[in-house]
């Protein structure tokens, strides 16, 4: 091993980063592997979506939380309007987040998505509505995840943004007072 190469970065979660992937490759492989093995559209739409609902549940409140540090849910308010919360790691904690866990995270994210509108058209070439049904739960419970997290992503960007401007403008003040009691 040269010892001018850098280490190479392991995963700081591999368990964690196992389930992220096993329950989106779960779903993903029943839903194309099914028709080899049953005839009943039924056993099919309901096995898909409920390994689709495990895999949201678990990039939701799981994945999401230990790989990249951010956590999102919405509530509705008094008036009944949808509020988004977010919640993430301070920056520090953010910063120090190990890159392999953070890419894949995002990739099997995006990657899953895409693999479902692929089915979602071949869906559709084959005139197939009931599959495109199945489809459209497992790609809507993939995109709820990513519009998720990605707003979750930057509003910690507004957060650490704000909290530089706020400190910048405080130590600018501190030091500005500084100066006129010096005078």
């Keep these: 091993m ?11 979660n591999p368990k964690t980063c196992l389930f992220h992937v096993l ?4 779903a993903l492989a029943f839903y194309i592997l099914s028709a080899l093995f049953f005839n009943s559209f039924v056993i099919i739409f309901v096995v898909t979506v409920l390994l689709a ?18 956590r999102w849910w919405n509530e509705i308010n008094d008036l009944g309007e949808s509020v988004w919360k977010f919640e993430s790691l301070d920056q520090e904690s953010l910063a120090r987040m190990n890159k392999k866990d953070s ?11 895409a693999a479902w509108f692929i089915l979602g058209v071949f ?3 084959r005139f197939q509505a009931d599959y495109l049904l199945v489809v459209g739960v ?32 405080s130590r600018f003040q501190s030091t500005v007072q500084s100066a006129f009691t010096l005078v």
């Design 103 to 113: 890419w894949l995270f995002w990739w099997t994210l995006y990657l899953a998505a």
């Design 53 to 70: 609902a495990l895999d949201f549940w678990v990039v939701k409140n799981v994945s999401g939380r230990i790989l990249v540090g951010l």
């Design 2 to 12: 040269d010892p001018n190469q850098a280490p190479v970065e392991n995963y700081a």
């Design 23 to 26: 329950f989106k490759g779960a």
């Design 123 to 125: 869906s559709l070439i």
């Design 138 to 169: 497992c790609l809507s419970l993939n995109v709820a995840n990513i519009i998720g997290f990605t707003k979750c992503k930057k509003d910690a960007k507004k957060q650490l943004q704000q909290f530089a401007s706020q400190t910048i403008a």
